[in-house]
């Protein structure tokens, strides 16, 4: 069974950094490519960006290049999203997703919720 | 990059049927889109992949209340025999070249 478990939620202050984590089991982890979603409080999902840890090569959105970093470590079968400066405006739950046997993203992990207040 | 447009919300009687919509932008009539279902305070939730001719693939799990149909940029989800439980949020999803994009969601209510 696939399963994508992400780490606990965690409040910051502005400025502090963050790195939050997504471990996959039950499949070959350096195979699928993984993404991260956002979701601000009350609003849609909005797509920040996707690793293949196989060969690390990530491609980010536009909206989101430059102000996370996605990364992955096949050893231990977990990605990454990292920020080295957050924002209040970073407040979100955020949640990997990986893509199914087509393209679609096709299983979700339960999500993070981050929280930056000073 | 593809636009993904859907309704903000839709309402139907328990144990009636409801459709979704989601529209792709000119252009990107043909692309293959997925649905996700978000009950509140979870986690989405994938549902299907449908494709522009209308066939579709439901994830493990997924009742057959859920099906898609598809006619020309619209794709459609209808769930019938509507349930408590399928008061949710639902957003289409759609990719190109390793970039994905969603939909705004369109919020279901039960009656």
């Known amino acids: 069974e696939v399963q994508l478990v992400q780490s606990g939620a965690e409040v910051k202050k502005p400025g502090e950094s963050l790195k939050i984590s997504c471990k996959g089991s039950?499949?070959?982890?350096?195979?699928?490519?993984i993404g991260w979603v956002r979701q601000m409080p009350g609003k849609g999902l909005e797509w920040m960006g996707i690793?293949?840890?196989?060969?690390?090569?990530?491609r980010y959105s536009p909206s989101f290049q430059g102000q996370v970093t996605i990364s992955a470590d096949k050893s231990i079968s977990t990605a990454y999203l990292q920020w080295s400066s957050l924002k209040a405006s970073d407040t979100a739950m955020y949640y990997c997703?990986?893509?199914?046997?087509?393209?679609?993203?096709?299983?979700w992990g339960q999500g993070t919720l981050v929280t930056v207040s000073s | 990059q593809p636009v993904l447009t859907q309704s903000s919300s839709a309402s139907a009687s328990l144990g009636s049927s409801v459709k979704l919509t989601c529209t792709l932008s000119?252009?990107?009539?043909?692309?293959?889109i997925a649905w996700h279902q978000q009950q509140p305070g979870k986690a989405p939730r994938y549902l299907m992949k449908?494709?522009?001719?209308?066939?579709?693939n439901r994830g493990s799990g997924v009742p057959d209340r859920f099906s898609g149909s598809s006619s020309g940029a619209d794709r459609y989800l209808t769930i019938s025999n509507l349930q408590s439980e399928d008061e949710a949020d639902y957003y289409c999803?759609?990719?190109?070249?390793?970039?994905?994009?969603f939909g705004t969601g369109t919020k279901v209510s039960v009656l």
């Open positions: 039950g499949y070959s982890f350096t195979s699928y490519w």
């Open positions: 690793i293949y840890p196989g060969d690390s090569d990530t």
């Open positions: 000119s252009g990107h009539s043909s692309y293959i």
């Open positions: 997703a990986r893509r199914g046997d087509g393209y679609n993203l096709g299983y």
């Open positions: 999803e759609t990719w190109d070249s390793n970039t994905y994009v």
């Open positions: 449908l494709e522009g001719s209308g066939s579709y």
